[in-house]
Nanobody
Framework: QVQLVESGGGLVQPGGSLRLSCAAS????????MGWYRQAPGKQRELVAV??????TLADSVKGRFTISRDNAKNTVLLQMNSLKPEDTAVYYC???????????????WGQGTQVTVSS
């Protein structure tokens, strides 16, 4: 099995910053990509940012404010969120596309989610 453990959510005022961290552990041969998704109340889950060996992709709504980075040796991914807006309020979920052993298929794993609230 593979576990993803997230940390770093919380309450912040508009214009503030937060950093989310996610660490993957367990039966891991390789990780193809890691990323962050978010889901606000009444809305569908949406991609925030994803990073792989080929580069990174950020949603248009967070470009210029959020940065994603990855430590392959530690199987961790960070999301630095600056200039936060109330519309960034959501539960943020970590995702990893994992190969558990040689010749295994890619499998998506999810963290439990961490709440980010941007409010004055």
């Amino acid at each position: 099995q593979v576990q993803l453990v997230e940390s770093g959510g919380g309450l912040v005022q508009p214009g503030g910053s937060l950093r989310l961290s996610c660490a993957a552990s367990g039966s891991i041969f390789s990780i193809n990509a890691m990323g962050w998704y978010r889901q606000a109340p009444g809305k569908q889950r949406e991609l925030v940012a994803v990073i792989s060996d080929g580069g990174s992709t950020l949603a248009d709504s967070v470009k210029g404010r959020f940065t994603i980075s990855r430590d392959n040796a530690k199987n961790t991914v960070l999301l630095q969120m600056n200039s936060l807006k109330p519309e960034d309020t959501a539960v943020y979920y970590c995702n990893a596309r994992v190969v558990r052993y040689r010749y295994d298929l890619l499998t998506d794993y999810w963290g439990q989610g961490t709440q980010v609230t941007v409010s004055s």
